[in-house]
C-alpha cells in the first residue's frame, strides 16, 4: 500500500474512448509527467462509433477507428505518457438522439486484462472513470466497474481514483453525482499540455465545442479535474496517500463533502 512518503512508481489512465483520458485528465496526467512520474494510457474501445466530425479521409468505421487511434497517441505525446494500450473493443455506433451503449465484452475477460496491464506497468495508481459514467454514458459504467473489480480482485495494493468528481458549487455536465471530489486540480499551469492534447483529437472538435456552445477547442479545456478516491474505501475520511500528497503538492484544494 503507498502512504504518503513512498514516491509514486506510475498512474495508469484507463479510458473508454479515445479522448477520455485528455477531457478529463489530461492537465493532471501533464502534471505527473512535469514531476516525473510515468504515466501510462489504457482506451477500451477502438472509438469507432463516435464522430467523425467531417475529417473528409474518414470514409468507414474502419478509417475512424484508425484515425483516433492516431489522435490518441498524439494526444499522449503531447501529455508525456509513456505508452498506449488498445484493449480494441468495438465501439458501438451512437444511435439516434444520440442514444450511447456499452460495448461488448465479456466483463470476466475484461477485468482480468485490466489486472494484468496493472502489473506490467508496475503503477501503484489507477486513473478512471466514475460511477456514473460522467454523463451517464454507459460505456464509461463498464469500465468503472471493471476497474473497481480489477482492482479489489486482483490489485488490491493499487489506489483506484475516479475523474470528474462532483465538485460542490461548480457547475459541470460531467460531473459523476454519486463520487464526491476528495480533490479539485486548477490544472491551469499545465493548460497548454492539455489544449495540445485536444488538439489532437481533430474527429472531436465539434463535440467539444457542441456541447457547451463554444466557439474554440481551447474554451472547451476544462481546466478543473476532480478526483474521488474508490480504493481503498476511504470510510468518508479524507484520502492520506501518495497520490493525494502530490495533489496537493500541485496546488489542489479538498471540497467540502
Ligand atoms: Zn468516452
Known sequence: ??????????VLFIGAHPDDETV?????????????????????????????????????????????????????????????????????????DETLYGFAADENVFVDQI????????VDVVLSHGTDGEYGHPAHIQVNRAVRRAVREHTPDVLFYSIAARVPGVEDRIWNVSDPAHFALDISPWFDAKHAAMICHRTQYELFKRRRKLK????????????????PDTSGALPDDAFAALLLAAGASSPPR
Request: aromatic share 4%; hydrophobic share 40%; with cysteine.
Open 1 to 10: 500500500m503507498t502512504n504518503r512518503q513512498t514516491p509514486l512508481r506510475g
Open 24 to 96: 478529463m485528465a489530461g492537465g493532471t496526467l501533464a502534471m505527473l509527467h512535469q514531476r516525473g512520474i510515468s504515466t501510462f494510457i489504457a482506451c477500451a474501445t477502438d472509438g469507432r462509433g463516435g464522430e467523425s466530425g467531417g475529417v473528409p479521409e474518414v470514409q468507414t468505421l474502419t478509417d475512424l477507428a484508425r484515425l483516433r487511434q492516431r489522435e490518441l497517441t498524439c494526444a499522449a505525446d503531447a501529455l508525456g505518457a509513456a505508452s498506449v494500450t488498445l484493449f480494441g473493443y468495438e465501439d458501438p455506433v451512437i444511435g439516434p
Open 115 to 122: 489486472a494484468d496491464l496493472i502489473r506490467l506497468k508496475d
Open 216 to 231: 474554440t477547442v481551447g474554451e472547451a479545456v476544462r481546466t478543473l479535474e476532480s478526483f474521488h478516491r474508490h480504493w
